[in-house]
């Protein structure tokens, strides 16, 4: 290996290993706080165990569409891009499973450290949740700069992207089908026919739903952003190795630019784990938040030194724009992941006007609620979009396409403490679950319920995070694709494509990539609908055929309903998961690279509008229909409750499965595209 490649990719490796030092330090740390007493014990350990068993089951079944896949990328396009392919998806599944299980294990211990108030409770579930966000990165970095390393293969490295995001997306649509099958049927019959409470041990579908918050929310967010982590990191390498060259070979410093971003932003959001603790106040999220901006503040602080010293060694030469650009770039990135997350919290906070908008709009009924609902997540999608726009102006003003892939990276650099703070949620969530089953002091719901309150902001906030980052990743995967598109029609002597409006095969690419989106979303949704029809029947059976279950005489029978939306979830998520794979294949061969092309930028225009509606809709229903439950508008009992319970119904398949799985099958959809693009270029008759 060239001397500037292992000068480089040492200290890089050495930050991903970092990241990973330090989640293994947190594991210790969270298993040795107490766990509580027995009944507490009994709880986590079916919630443990179903945890397990879903994604157990789930992998197997993601290893056989896997295998089939490995075999045709070896055969077609090379033994690298296969082993590559099968090494991105392998992280991307470990990354979900290594930060369940330590979710599964802090639930407890955030419920038993509640009982000494809420600054306890705070650092136990985000230190677990810690746990997720460090792997995520940690495997990222380490992965893309070992794959690149090993092989120094530009191409084939896009199939290390490719098993990164195949994963998220089958993560995505199973843990998401999964958890809104089971909170959905839980509530329907639990709270609107049996009238019992949320989290009630006498609810048949409780323990489903404790273990579809990890499997969801857990698992299916850290395969997410890994996958969207990954994939901008090779992106912006790909796009910096064809657009800087020295002697004909790629310019390595701009291939690395965006990894170093990466190493230097772990070693940040480490230090910014230390300040997330409450102060003298109350304000939970400022706790959180304190510990992202110092983490961006120190992040930002390394992007300038690295900057500098590459400078002033002279290896930023040809680049065409100011050198210190780049790092404006890099400001950028970081502005939008601190700007989205502010408006993403004002869209599904319950203290801000939409959430009390959708609140006060129950009073007079569940139709008027969904109508407030749905007007809120389309509001929703204005401001995020519009601070996208402006940073993909302003980035490529400063440093061209090269200069939107750097943003992107700082942007994504920040996933280690995002997803930390993400899932903090399913642990806060669970904790309230099992203070409830087992019966804690009322003092301790008092402490967990406020913390589940912010977990549900939390989850929004990152959700909208990762379509934001999308949005950006997906737009540098496309300036990759035409870069690799016209680069094999020159070099077969070939007149080069774009992407003119009155090509009738454009305007046909758009409409394709356009109905992806709506596609894709209406069949996680009807699969949500099916599984939940299941989970709500098998309740209803065990209320009528049990008896004493009301009374608290007899117990439940929860592993059937366990068993019954695992089967359902893994069955479920096998079309919409295939759909984004071959839908651009199809339009590829039968109508050629420019109505590929066009199809990539219907998909990602449409399909950000639709996730972010989606996922800040659900959001505010969901802290709406909570926030009644604090008191206001009648509070619990009441109409306006029950209307608010149908209006958070009909978001959970929003918010927690549809909308976040739209964000990998962007990706998908572009990986496949660039992976698939030499061969439909050369093969095809075009318009």
Not at 45 to 60: D, F, S, V
């Amino acid at each position: 290996m060239p001397t500037l490649d292992r000068a480089i990719l040492l200290p890089i490796g050495a930050a991903g290993l970092l990241a990973l030092l330090f989640a293994v330090y947190l594991i210790f740390w969270v298993l040795r706080q107490p766990e509580g007493n027995d009944r507490m014990k009994e709880i986590a350990k079916a919630i443990q165990e179903g945890a397990q068993a879903y994604l157990n089951r789930q992998y197997t079944i993601i290893a056989g569409i896997g295998a089939v896949i490995f075999l045709f990328l070896t055969f077609t396009l090379g033994w690298k891009t296969g082993v590559l392919f099968l090494i991105g998806a392998v992280l991307s599944g470990a990354a979900g499973y290594v930060g369940m299980n330590i979710s599964v294990r802090s639930n407890l211990r955030t419920a038993e450290a509640a009982r000494g108030g809420i600054n306890p409770a705070l650092q136990l579930a985000f230190k677990g949740g810690a746990v997720t966000g460090f792997f995520v990165v940690g495997f990222g970095l380490i992965g893309v700069a070992l794959a690149y390393g090993v092989f120094q293969d530009f191409n084939a490295l896009v199939g290390f992207a490719f098993g990164a995001s195949l994963i998220s997306v089958f993560a995505r649509l199973g843990g998401g089908i999964y958890t809104k099958a089971a909170d959905v049927g839980a509530d329907l019959v639990g709270k609107l026919e049996a009238g019992i409470p949320e989290d009630d041990p006498r609810n048949p579908a409780v323990i489903a739903d404790n273990v579809g918050d990890n499997v969801g929310d857990c698992a299916g967010m850290a395969a997410d952003l890994f996958e969207t982590y990954a994939v901008t990191a090779v992106a912006t390498m790909l796009l910096g190795s064809l657009l800087y060259k020295v002697g004909g070979k790629p310019d390595l410093v701009f291939v690395f630019y965006p990894l170093m971003l990466g190493a230097v932003s772990i070693v940040a959001s480490i230090i910014g784990t230390f300040f997330v603790r409450m102060g003298r106040g109350t304000w939970i999220m400022g706790a959180l938040y304190r510990g992202l901006l110092v983490s961006a503040v120190i992040a930002l602080a390394g992007f300038l030194l690295i900057t500098i010293l590459l400078n002033n060694g002279g290896y930023l030469t040809h680049f065409d724009h100011p050198v210190f650009n780049l790092f404006w770039c890099a400001v950028i990135g970081i502005v939008i992941t601190v700007l989205i997350v502010a408006v993403t919290e004002f869209f599904t906070g319950a203290q801000f006007w939409p959430v009390r908008t959708i609140a006060k709009a129950s009073q007079t009924g569940h139709a008027t609620n969904i109508i407030a609902g749905l007007a809120i997540g389309m509001e929703g999608t204005a401001i995020p979009v519009l601070i996208i726009a402006v940073g993909i102006l302003a980035s490529a003003a400063l440093g061209g396409l090269y200069g939107i892939g750097i943003a992107a990276m700082a942007l994504l650099s920040m996933t280690g403490i995002v997803v930390a703070i993400d899932s903090y949620g399913p642990i806060t969530d669970n904790a309230g679950g099992i203070a409830e089953m087992a019966n804690l002091p009322e003092s301790v719901r008092q402490v967990t319920d406020p913390l589940d309150a912010v977990g549900n902001t939390t989850k929004a906030v990152t959700k909208g995070y990762a379509i934001g980052s999308a949005g950006l990743a997906a737009l540098v995967l496309f300036a990759s694709y035409t870069d690799i598109l016209n680069n094999t029609l020159l070099a077969n002597h070939l007149p080069t494509i774009n992407f003119d409006l009155t090509a009738p095969p454009v305007i046909a690419g758009l409409l394709l990539g356009g109905i992806m989106p709506f596609l894709f979303g209406s069949l996680a949704m009807l699969a949500v609908g099916r599984a939940a029809g299941g989970v709500v029947t098998e309740v209803r059976r065990q209320f009528r055929e049990i008896p004493g279950i009301m009374e608290g005489t007899a117990k439940p029978e929860y592993a059937k309903c366990v068993a019954l939306v695992t089967a359902a979830a893994q069955r479920e998520m096998i079309l919409p998961g295939l759909l984004p794979v071959v839908a651009p294949l199809v339009v590829g061969f039968v109508l050629g690279a420019q109505a590929l092309g066009a199809m990539l930028l219907g998909t990602i225009v449409v399909g950000v509008f639709v996730a972010l509606q989606m996922t800040t809709g659900g959001g505010a229903w969901d802290n709406a229909k909570k926030y009644i439950e604090e008191g206001n508008y009648g509070g619990k009992g009441s109409d306006a409750h029950a209307a608010a319970v149908t209006g958070d119904t009909v978001g959970d398949p929003c918010k927690d499965t549809a909308g976040p799985a739209i964000n990998p099958m962007i990706k998908v959809m572009n990986i496949i595209a660039i992976l698939g693009i030499p061969t439909i270029a050369l093969h095809h008759l075009f318009f």
